[in-house]
C-alpha cells in the first residue's frame, strides 16, 4: 500500500480504519523548509526512525498501526499556527510532535492548550512555550536551565570576565536565552554588553565593531546556527581571537558547512552527543540510527525520537486515544529511558529533568565534551 504524507511538521495521532485496518496517526509539525530547515528535517528523521522500530502500539491487547503525517511549517509562526489547526481539524490528531523552535511552538502551544490536545515539542526552550499549560510537554530542558549552565561555562571554563553577546530580536528563544544568562552570569560577578541584528542579516561587521571596541574576553552567541557561522567568520576576519560559544541553535551540521574553519573552537551547549552515556537506551539507538542514515546521530533526530516515544507509551499506559487521558499519562511520565536522557515530568510541569551535553567544534566535527546534571 502506498502511503500519502502530508507535508507539514508536526506529529499528531487519531484513531480511524483505513481499508478496514485501525490506524493511529501521528502527526510532525516541524520546520522542513525556510531559514532552520535543518532542524525540522533532523527532527522528522528521528521520528520516522522511531515509528520504524515502534510502528504499533497495543491497546486491549490488540497492536493498532501507527503512522505518520508530516506538515511544513515553513519556518514560520503564522504557518505553525496553521499547521496545527490543519492536523487538529482535518486529521483530527489527539497529539502533537513539534515545532522545534520556540517562536514557531509558542504560535502552535496556545491551540494545543485550548483545543486540549497534547503537543510534545523536542527542541523549543523557551520557557513560555510550556509555561502554565497543561497540554504542553518537552524532551529537552528549558532556557532558564541552559543560561545558567552557559554563565557557569563561561566563567569558569572560559574564564571570561566580560562577554559580547549577539542577539537576533525576531527570534524569541535568542531573546530569551540571553535574558536567562545575562541574569546567571551576573551573579558570577560577570559583566557584560549587547549587539542586536534580525534573522537573515549576513553583514555584522558594525555590531562586531562595536563589541569588539570594548574589550571582551569571549562572545555568546545565542541564535541559529546560520547566523553563528557568520559572526564567527567575521568576527574572526575582524582580529577577535577570545572564545566563543553558544546555546542549543548552534546545533546542526550546517553551521559547519556554513562557516568552516571559523566555527573551530566554537562551544555550545546542547541535549545529545552519541559519545555522551546518557541512558540505556543512547547506545542501541545510535546504531540504529547510523544503520538507517548512515551518519551520526544528532540531538535534534535523538529529541524527536523520544517525543515519539513517549507519546507511544503514554497511548499505551492510558489504553486510549483520547487525547485528554494521553495528556494525563504523560504528565505521569517517571524515569522513561529516552535517548537524550532520563525523562521525568514533575508534578504540574511538562518540562523535564535533563542532563545537558558541551559540544564543541574540532577538526570540522562535533566533538563531545562534558554532560552537566542538573543539582535537583
Known amino acids: 500500500m502506498k502511503k500519502t504524507f502530508v507535508f507539514v511538521f508536526l ?97 502552535a502551544a496556545s491551540i494545543a492548550e485550548e483545543r486540549q490536545i497534547p503537543m510534545v515539542v523536542n527542541t523549543a526552550t523557551n520557557p513560555l512555550v510550556a509555561q502554565n ?78 563589541a569588539l571596541s570594548k574589550n571582551p574576553d569571549a562572545i555568546f552567541m545565542p541564535g541559529y546556527y546560520a547566523e553563528i557561522a557568520l559572526i564567527c567568520k567575521q568576527a574572526r576576519d575582524l582580529g577577535f581571537t577570545g572564545p566563543m560559544f553558544a546555546g542549543d541553535g548552534a546545533d546542526a551540521p550546517e553551521l559547519i558547512q556554513i562557516g568552516g574553519e571559523y566555527v573551530e573552537g566554537v562551544s555550545y551547549t546542547t541535549y545529545f552527543h552519541e559519545d555522551a552515556d546518557l541512558s540505556p537506551a543512547t547506545k542501541p539507538f545510535v546504531e540504529a540510527y547510523q544503520k538507517e542514515y548512515n551518519r551520526r546521530a544528532d540531538a535534534f533526530g535523538a529529541l524527536a525520537y523520544d517525543a515519539y516515544m513517549v507519546i507511544v507509551n503514554a497511548i499505551e499506559s492510558a489504553q486510549s486515544t483520547d487525547p485528554v487521558k494521553i495528556r494525563d499519562a504523560l504528565a505521569k511520565t517517571k524515569n522513561f529511558p529516552g535517548v537524550a536522557g532520563t525523562i521525568t515530568y514533575p508534578e504540574g510541569s511538562g518540562n523535564p529533568i535533563k542532563p545537558a551535553v558541551i559540544n564543541m567544534v574540532e577538526n570540522g566535527q562535533f566533538v563531545f565534551r562534558t554532560v552537566i546534571k542538573p543539582s535537583m
Open 11 to 107: 506529529v499528531v495521532i487519531m484513531t480511524f480504519t483505513l481499508f478496514g485496518q485501525e490506524v493511529i496517526k501521528i502527526g510532525m509539525n516541524f520546520e522542513l523548509t525556510g531559514p532552520v530547515s535543518g532542524y525540522g528535517q533532523m527532527s522528522r528523521d528521528g521520528v520516522m526512525l522511531a515509528n520504524k522500530l515502534k510502528p504499533t502500539v497495543n491497546i486491549g491487547g490488540k497492536e493498532i498501526k501507527v503512522e505518520v503525517v508530516a506538515v511544513d511549517n515553513k519556518s514560520d509562526k503564522a504557518e505553525a499556527a496553521n499547521a496545527i489547526r490543519r492536523l487538529i481539524d482535518h486529521e483530527k490528531v489527539v497529539a502533537v510532535i513539534g515545532p522545534a523552535t520556540s517562536s514557531a511552538a509558542l504560535a
Open 133 to 210: 499549560k497543561k497540554y504542553v510537554f518537552r524532551t529537552c530542558f528549558e532556557d532558564t536551565l541552559q543560561g545558567a549552565l552557559l554563565a557557569t561555562f563561561a566563567w569558569e571554563e572560559l574564564g571570561a570576565k566580560n562577554v559580547a553577546i549577539m542577539i537576533d530580536v525576531a527570534q524569541d528563544y535568542v531573546v530569551g536565552l540571553a535574558n536567562y544568562f545575562e541574569k546567571a552570569f551576573e551573579q558570577f560577578g560577570g559583566t557584560y554588553f549587547t549587539e542586536f541584528y534580525t534573522t537573515g542579516d549576513q553583514d555584522f561587521t558594525a555590531q562586531l565593531t562595536d
